[in-house]
């Protein structure tokens, strides 16, 4: 007798982004037992290669040497919870320590926030490419995600396709803004008619890493859309802390209230010595970001003048560290992924990663030196020809 599993399993697969990434150590590994000396340049992962600062790093070695080894309460330490809603406060939203808290990561955040929120058979909108742990979590709690394709429009989300998609069993909006896969910044004018009764879960990870001057705003900001918001962000990418997984969000008192009781029930508290870290990211100095993102726009103004030279099709990144490009005159996204990896040791994700976007693949230069990046185009001209 064969014993069963939930069905909720069979909801959810595997992210290609960690298919993609685990292929390519892989092969890096048996060209290396192969003697080959040719180097694997991942595009793949959105995981900045630039040192942690000195003073994040004393943090931890502090907390270390002063025993700060301990449980601490599921929702954050009080100073760091303190630290985050004045970070909040700084972009107009309304952030307390009492509707603020924080958590292992902005994932499991946003999980939270879905398991708190979404019955089962209730609708949430997802704009279209979309990071696919936003569909799967909907998925995982028996919702329906319903998908707002915005490649017609330049990948821009626009007031009519939500509207159009409305029903009065929407729950939910997950808004990711700058998007992953195409970096590009949701322009809130198109939100003024919005429904004030539906959530908004906004996951702004992103929203430091921002180019050509362009202001980024808070939806949880804008008048009268603080009570049906709730925005989620991220130390990972700003203060490049990825493995010591520390995010943290603010909403209405009463959700934030439910989601800490999920942490307490289903996560338990953050690391103790990763949120010595936050502190120290929040309240140390600040210029080490300008000089990351300066370093980036180096990094995606070399990738899209070639792209422009190859007459490859793209929307410009506004923020985050990625190019969505249309690689459709020289296959499928499968294919083209697969060639770049096996015939040119380049990795890069397939665009139906993130939806139904077969033309295109996505490129994250956030862990590539502008060195491999001219490397991995020349290696490219080899296949895209």
Not at 98 to 106: A, D, F, K, L, Q
Not at 248 to 275: A, N, R
Request: charged share 25%.
């Amino acid at each position: 007798m064969r014993l069963r599993m939930a069905k909720r399993t069979d909801r959810i697969s595997s992210s290609l982004i960690h298919e993609v990434n685990k292929k390519a150590n892989n092969i890096s590994i048996l060209e290396l037992a192969a003697g080959k000396e040719k180097e694997i340049i991942s595009f793949a992962i959105g995981d900045p290669n630039f040192e942690l600062p000195y003073h994040i790093k004393k943090a931890i070695t502090n907390g270390l040497d002063s025993g700060f080894t301990k449980y601490t309460d599921a929702a954050g330490i009080s100073s760091l919870r303190e630290a985050c809603a004045e970070n909040f406060r700084k972009s107009g939203i309304n952030a307390t320590i009492e509707n603020t808290i924080v958590s292992s990561g902005s994932k499991i955040l946003i999980n939270a926030v879905l398991w708190a929120l979404i019955n089962e058979g209730e609708e949430v909108i997802v704009p279209s490419p979309y990071y696919p742990s936003f569909v799967d979590m909907v998925l995982s709690y028996g919702g329906y995600p319903q998908l707002l394709c915005t490649e017609r429009d330049n990948f821009q989300l626009k007031s009519y396709m939500f509207k159009s998609a409305i029903t009065e069993n929407t729950k939910a909006i997950i808004l990711n803004s700058p998007n992953n896969p195409t970096g590009k910044i949701w322009d809130w004018e198109e939100f003024k008619e919005f429904p004030p009764n539906i959530w908004v879960i906004v996951d702004e990870c992103y929203h430091r890493i921002i180019y050509d001057n362009k202001n980024y705003v808070s939806f949880a900001s804008l008048k009268g859309r603080e009570n049906q918001t709730i925005t989620i962000r991220s130390f990972s990418k700003t203060y490049r802390m990825t493995g010591l997984r520390i995010g943290y969000l603010t909403g209405p008192e009463e959700v934030v209230k439910k989601i800490t009781t999920y942490l307490e029930m289903g996560v338990g508290c953050p690391c103790s010595l990763s949120q010595k870290a936050a502190l120290a990211a929040l309240q140390g100095d600040q210029s080490h970001i300008e000089e990351m993102i300066n370093e980036l726009d180096d990094r995606r103004k070399e990738l899209m003048n070639w792209l422009d030279k190859k007459g490859i099709s793209y929307p410009k990144p506004e923020g985050a560290f990625y190019i969505f490009a249309d690689v459709s005159k020289y296959g499928n996204s499968i294919e083209i992924s697969n060639r770049l990896l096996k015939e040119a040791g380049i990795a890069v994700t397939p665009g139906t990663a993130f939806g139904k976007y077969n033309n295109y693949i996505r490129l994250s230069f956030a862990s590539v030196t502008k060195n491999q990046i001219q490397e991995a185009i020349d290696r490219m001209e080899k296949i895209l020809c």
